[in-house]
Each structure stands twice: as structure tokens, then as C-alpha cells.
């Protein structure tokens, strides 16, 4: 079945550090793929997404690009904020249209230091 | 638009009692999904409906829980009764036709005592 792996948490950096959250999948096809945002005591929210190999999702700084080859879609930032500080979940799509779910990773809780 | 809305945002219960939580989506959005999240296990896809009707309910842990869509603006969880290991956030998120992105609700935070 689908499934993916996210690095496991807590990760703790300071403002202005570079990050890395990895992310690898498992699934039939070439999925969806999407990188969530929980803000504490809130739902999630969708941050980025990309829908075939190669390319690339962007959104506030974060990026995060789909590799078929290493069935990887890290999310990437250059110089993270306080207001960063939260969950992020890496998920894919399986089924079409309206139609389908998403399987999420466990959650990786980033936490930025001023 | 005000996002998906979910009642009661918090519910203190005793074991065995019954306990309904409530959810509506986005208007226009045909796709519903319930997830619970913990600690421990993370966040679970319970259930989700497609124009109303269950589509994939192999995540509902036991038949204490139940899922309802009546209609296209409204759903229920219901867990009866209720166990201590039921507590958690319970999460409603919808999407439209397209289902290029999940709009989650606020959640409602569940504790069994």
C-alpha cells in the first residue's frame, strides 16, 4: 500500500537557519505529493504541492521538489522565522478527481529559536 | 467563505457516554473526510464520503464509531459509547471536484475520562 516516511522530529533551529525536512514515499504510479502546515491549536493547512516528476512547489520561502528517481519530496527553506515554529505533515494523493485520499507521514514539529 | 466548521471545538465526557461531533464543509465541496490525531499514532484517516456516500471507511476503528452525511452541508462522527483511548482531535477537512487541496477544520478536542 502507499505510505510515507517523514524525518522524525522535534527539530530545533535558530532564525535565519537553513532547513531540511525529508520526505520519501511509497506508492503504485506517480502520485501527488504535498507538503501540510499545522499552526499550534489549529488544522492543517495545505503549504505547497507538486503533481508530477520534476517539478518543483513553492510557497513563503518553503520549496520542495518531486524526484521520481529517489521517490523523495524534501521540504527546503533558506532562512526559517520564529513564525515557522510548527507541525509539517508530507502526504500523497491516490485516487482521482474527487475521489481520493491522502496518506500523511507522521508529522515532523519544527520549532525556531530568535 | 467561513472554511469548514466543526462543533464543539472541545468535549469533556465520561466513559460510556455517547458523543457526536459535528462538521460542515465548504459549500460547493463534494469531497469530506474525518481524521483523528495523537500523539501516539498520528494523524488517521477514519473515514471519507464522496457526494455523500462513505467511499473508504477501513480507517473507523471498531463499530463504536459511525459516520453520517445526510446531505451535502452537514456530517456527524459519533463514537458510542466512548473509551479513555478515544481521546484525541478529531479533524473534518473538505475539497471540491478537483481535489487539489484539502481545507481542514479547526478540529474538536475529545477527552474521555
Known amino acids: 500500500g502507499n505510505s510515507v516516511t517523514q524525518m522524525e522530529g522535534p527539530v530545533t533551529l535558530s532564525e535565519e537557519a537553513f532547513l531540511t525536512i525529508n520526505c520519501t514515499y511509497t506508492?503504485?504510479?506517480?502520485?501527488?505529493l504535498f507538503w501540510y502546515v499545522q499552526y499550534p491549536g489549529e488544522g492543517l493547512q495545505l503549504l505547497l504541492k507538486?503533481?508530477?516528476?520534476?517539478d518543483k512547489g513553492s510557497n513563503k520561502g518553503f520549496e520542495a521538489t518531486y524526484r521520481k528517481e529517489t521517490t523523495s519530496f524534501h521540504l527546503e527553506k533558506g532562512s526559517v522565522q520564529v513564525s515557522d515554529s510548527a507541525v509539517y505533515f508530507c502526504?500523497?494523493?491516490?485516487?482521482?478527481?474527487?475521489?481520493?485520499?491522502?496518506?500523511f507521514g507522521k508529522g515532523t514539529l519544527l520549532t525556531v529559536n530568535p | 467563505d467561513a472554511g469548514v466548521i466543526q462543533s464543539p471545538r472541545h468535549e469533556v465526557t465520561e466513559m460510556g457516554q455517547e458523543v457526536t461531533l459535528r462538521c460542515k464543509p465548504i459549500s460547493g465541496h463534494n469531497s469530506l473526510f474525518w481524521y483523528r490525531q495523537t500523539m501516539m499514532r498520528g494523524l488517521e484517516l477514519l473515514i471519507y464520503?464522496?457526494?455523500?456516500?462513505?467511499?473508504?471507511d477501513s480507517g473507523m476503528p471498531e463499530d463504536r464509531f459511525s459516520a453520517k452525511m445526510p446531505n451535502a452541508s452537514f456530517s456527524t462522527l459519533k463514537i458510542q459509547p466512548s473509551e479513555p483511548r478515544d481521546s484525541a482531535v478529531y479533524f473534518c477537512?473538505?475539497?471540491?471536484?478537483?481535489?487539489?487541496?484539502?481545507?481542514f477544520g479547526p478540529g474538536t478536542r475529545l477527552t474521555v475520562l
Open positions: 477537512a473538505s475539497s471540491d471536484y478537483m481535489g487539489n487541496e484539502q481545507f
Open positions: 506508492a503504485t504510479g506517480y502520485p501527488s
Open positions: 507538486a503533481t508530477k516528476a520534476d
Open positions: 502526504a500523497l494523493k491516490s485516487g482521482g478527481g474527487s475521489n481520493y485520499k491522502l496518506t
Open positions: 464520503f464522496n457526494n455523500n456516500v462513505p467511499i473508504d
